[in-house]
């Protein structure tokens, strides 16, 4: 293992402006549950996977080519413009991986990749294998930021080469990182260079800033600064334009604004998550209304059939929500990592690990617009404004942002768990896990988690400590929870909350054991009147999870025209069971519950009639089965809606 100073996913324990500090994932070991067996899968299929198609597309034929007498005759550039991206994300993930644990696999992967990669760099620092390509043989160099994507493919050189570095302790790929961010340093920040706007996908200025907290050279900080003040960072208000691109450029927002402490960075990343939290996001997490440009639309502008969700998007949230909880340890904050993490973000992955979802509606069928790929016999060579979105997972897309992606966010996933403070620890996720670290004055600890979560709501945990020590234990308790209760050593303790954290403070000792109970319920969900899509419709979640209505579960129904009956009286469906089913899509809770659906007149009825006659149509009883919406999509192509109509019974 590489670096032992606790640097975390964002390393933050020298930054003037966080209020937690990072545990790097070395220290935290995820036990058998929920999230283990998903980066098991991550390590046995899903990067084993990118990494073979990258290979087999010839995406790391673009970097040899550059360097190798005889490739340039033989190939061409292959894939998108910013396919360079994907193999740096592959880096990242693997080095996440080696951050976990050592796997000589992994390990040998990212030595063959690494030195696929330095060679084809140039002698002032420059790489990019779309601009260096005999395509376009004068190399001219940041013309087409916004298309070639220079900046945002050396955002992710530089990224992975931080985690690399951590991982192994090994340099070669970092400093070819520090000898590209010095190039960048002296084309823009040094010489002013002008004329480039705004005009392409942010990501460098986060990853400049931890380039900064790597190196410790003040230098990538300045440029990071540069890059948001030229595009007027401390004025954004609204968030809005490509999602992926907005939440990029807010983490790195937030990055700068925990080194410097700018208010004007403050008042304009709280201005712009209100804005996405309060009126553009999906119940799930997800961000991204407009499948056109993949871009956040007007407030409350939320379609289900035609959400984009990109995934991508929704680790961006991630990455800015968790930047946001280091700053100030609100629940808030966390509260959207979660929702975001267990739905938005999870829905793109496939239970094998090896599958992936590019965008992320709340309702698809088969026959809809956004799945149809026919063109119009009168406009044969374009599909018109459609999202060409199958309904099932795919193993690789032409640019495939989303698949190298997600395997780096599953990689990293402990890193999230956990925080420290002055005052304390800080859990912010559950799941059967330990982290092996120490609290701010040394002191070593050892603390354990052990739980059913997300499908149950116990907790419990046990704390061993070198000496006795007095500090605080913060746990969170999720927005969802309405009842909760914690015990120490079998003892109710009295609860005090920390801006959505109980504190549990008392002098700890080796044997101490704590148990978090937190109510778990469905919860009936109804969304803001002005989301006109949702009026008259209800969502269920059960915990962190968000649930949907997929036809596999519902035979013989069509589940676009069923609604669910809610009791007037009590608030509640009518004959709720929920069950887990150990063998069911990997082990889920289902929730089943009474419904109605047209009977057969309806086939016959006119497109449009009066209230009156609507009244003399009849509902055909069903019992309707929902499933976690993260699950849908792994059986058969299947109809699914989340938001579903409701009759009041």
Request: charged share 25%; hydrophobic share 35%.
């Amino acid at each position: 293992m590489g670096d032992k100073e606790g640097k975390g996913i964002a390393f933050v324990n020298n930054s003037p402006f966080a209020k937690l500090k990072s545990v790097p994932i070395s220290a935290v070991k995820m036990d058998e549950g929920f999230w283990k067996t998903r980066m098991k899968n991550n390590v046995e299929k899903g990067i084993p996977s990118i990494y073979g198609f990258l290979k087999k597309e010839g995406i790391l034929n673009n970097f040899i080519r550059i360097y190798k007498t005889g490739y340039q005759e033989r190939t061409e550039h292959t894939g998108h413009t910013d396919a360079d991206g994907s193999v740096y994300k592959l880096i990242e993930a693997a080095s996440f991986v080696l951050q976990s644990a050592d796997n000589p696999k992994i390990k040998n992967m990212l030595d063959e990749v690494i030195n696929i990669i330095i060679p084809a760099q140039d002698e002032d620092g420059y790489i990019n294998t779309f601009t260096y390509s005999i395509e376009r043989p004068s190399k001219e160099k940041f013309i087409g930021l916004r298309d070639y994507q220079e900046l945002f493919s050396a955002g992710h050189l530089f990224q992975a080469a931080v985690a690399h570095h951590r991982a192994t302790g090994e340099k070669r790929l970092l400093n070819c990182a520090i000898k590209f961010a010095d190039y960048l340093y002296r084309m823009f920040n040094s010489n002013k260079k002008t004329g480039w706007g705004a005009n392409y996908h942010p990501l460098i200025e986060m990853s400049l800033i931890e380039l900064y907290r790597e190196t410790k050279d003040k230098k990538y900080l300045e440029l990071s600064e540069f890059f948001l003040n030229h595009i007027g960072f401390g004025s954004l208000r609204e968030i809005m334009g490509h999602a992926v691109q907005a939440t990029y450029l807010t983490s790195g927002g937030a990055d700068y604004y925990i080194e410097t402490g700018k208010k004007d960075f403050w008042d304009s990343l709280s201005s712009q998550w209100k804005s996405m939290v309060k009126t553009k996001s999906y119940i799930t997490g997800g961000i991204g209304s407009r499948y056109q440009v993949e871009a956040f639309g007007a407030p409350y502008e939320l379609p289900n059939e035609g959400a984009y969700g990109e995934t991508c998007s929704s680790i961006g949230s991630i990455y800015w929500n968790w930047r946001m909880l280091l700053i100030t340890g609100d629940s808030s904050f966390s509260d959207v990592m979660e929702r975001t993490l267990y739905n938005g973000f999870l829905s793109g992955i496939s239970l094998g690990g090896d599958k992936f979802f590019y965008a992320n509606p709340l309702l698809f069928s088969p026959m809809s617009l956004f799945a149809n790929r026919t063109s119009q016999p009168w406009n044969k060579p374009r599909n018109g404004l459609r999202m060409h979105y199958g309904g099932t997972r795919q193993s690789w897309y032409r640019c495939p942002c989303c698949l190298s992606n997600s395997i780096r966010m599953i990689a990293s996933i402990p890193g999230y768990f956990f925080s420290t403070s002055k005052e304390g620890i800080w859990v912010h996720l559950y799941d059967n896990c330990s982290l092996n670290w120490h609290l701010a004055d040394g002191t070593n600890f050892i603390l354990s988690q052990k739980s059913k979560y997300p499908w149950e709501g116990k907790i419990e945990m046990k704390i061993s400590v070198e000496k006795e020590k007095r500090f605080s234990l913060f746990l969170r308790v999720p927005s969802w929870c309405k009842e909760m209760q914690v015990l120490v050593n079998d003892e109710k303790v009295p609860l005090k909350l920390a801006n959505g954290y109980v504190q549990v403070s008392r002098v700890w000792k080796e044997t101490d054991k704590l148990t978090l109970d937190l109510e778990m319920k469905v919860n009936i969900m109804s969304a803001n009147k002005r989301v006109a899509e949702d009026r008259g419709k209800v969502a269920l979640q059960r915990g962190p999870i968000v649930y949907c209505f997929e036809e596999a579960d519902n035979p013989h129904i069509s589940i676009l025209e069923a609604a669910l009956n809610i009791d007037r009286d009590k608030k509640s469906m009518v004959n709720l069971e929920e069950r887990y089913h150990d063998e069911l899509l990997g082990g889920v809770v289902s929730l089943k519950a009474s419904g109605v659906i047209p009977d057969s007149s309806e086939l016959n009825a006119p497109l449009y009639r009066t209230f009156e006659q609507e009244q003399h149509l009849g509902d055909k009883d069903v019992l309707l089965t929902a499933i976690p919406y993260y699950a849908w999509a792994n059986r058969k192509l299947s109809e699914m809606i989340v938001w579903i109509p409701c009759r009041l019974k």
